[in-house]
T-cell receptor
Framework: AQKVTQAQTEISVVEKEDVTLDCVYE???????LFWYKQPPSGELVFLIR??????QNEISGRYSWNFQKSTSSFNFTITASQVVDSAVYFC???????????FGTGTSLTVIP | NAGVTQTPKFQVLKTGQSMTLQCAQD?????MSWYRQDPGMGLRLIHY???????DQGEVPNGYNVSRSTTEDFPLRLLSAAPSQTSVYFC??????????????FGPGTRLTVL
């Protein structure tokens, strides 16, 4: 079974605070791919990052960083020094190598208060 | 490249009407899919396709039909619209799993209201 859990439904932070969005996944595949997407209030879905299961190196892109830990089946997303423009719904997704489907979490709605 | 395009952007239907949501991609992606997004429920897969002539059901296929006659196009048909189908619909496409560019890219969405 493939499943993605985003336990945090809504998070509010004050601008310039750091915030971490949690993502826990389940899969029986040994090779799989993890993704994060951002959905701003305008509604489009924007791709942020892709990781494969063999690459556990953490990644940093500007204020964004991702922590992939196979031991805990987690792929968490941290925004440093949050800004109002970071307000959006963020989705974590999983794709197994043997199947074709993407499995999405239910999303975390982040509000950054000025 | 236009990426993934969807038409229309907005649609209002009456219960029982039928319609087709159009989706096209110009990236030569094998995999295409349709999702619906409802408040608090994330993205739920309706149908997907791994190539021309091949389609399969996702999590919530009832009330929807798809076909894939070309690599580029993947229309979603609502046979007899119901208020429960009021939602935002997203089309997406990607290469198959494992390719370096197997990221799924989304169209802008169609907001459908069924009265």
């Amino acid at each position: 079974a493939q499943k993605v859990t985003q336990a945090q439904t809504e998070i509010s932070v004050v601008e310039k605070e750091d915030v971490t969005l949690d993502c826990v996944y389940e899969t029986r595949d040994t090779t799989y791919y993890l993704f994060w997407y951002k959905q701003p209030p305008s509604g489009e879905l924007v791709f942020l990052i892709r990781r494969n299961s063999f690459d556990e190196q953490n990644e940093i892109s500007g204020r964004y960083s991702w922590n992939f830990q196979k031991s805990t089946s987690s792929f968490n997303f941290t925004i440093t020094a949050s800004q109002v423009v970071d307000s959006a719904v963020y989705f974590c997704a999983l794709r197994g190598h043997t199947g074709n489907q993407f499995y999405f979490g239910t999303g975390t709605s982040l509000t950054v208060i000025p | 490249n236009a990426g993934v395009t969807q038409t229309p952007k907005f649609q209002v239907l009456k219960t029982g009407q039928s319609m087709t949501l159009q989706c096209a991609q110009d990236m030569n992606h094998e995999y295409m899919s349709w999702y619906r997004q409802d408040p608090g429920m994330g993205l739920r897969l309706i149908h997907y396709s791994v190539g021309a002539g091949i389609t399969d059901q996702g999590e919530v296929p009832n009330g929807y039909n798809v076909s894939r006659s070309t690599t580029e196009d993947f229309p979603l048909r609502l046979l007899s619209a119901a208020p429960s189908q009021t939602s935002v619909y997203f089309c997406a496409s990607s290469y198959m799993p494992g390719s370096r560019t197997d990221t799924q890219y989304f169209g802008p969405g169609t907001r459908l209201t069924v009265l």
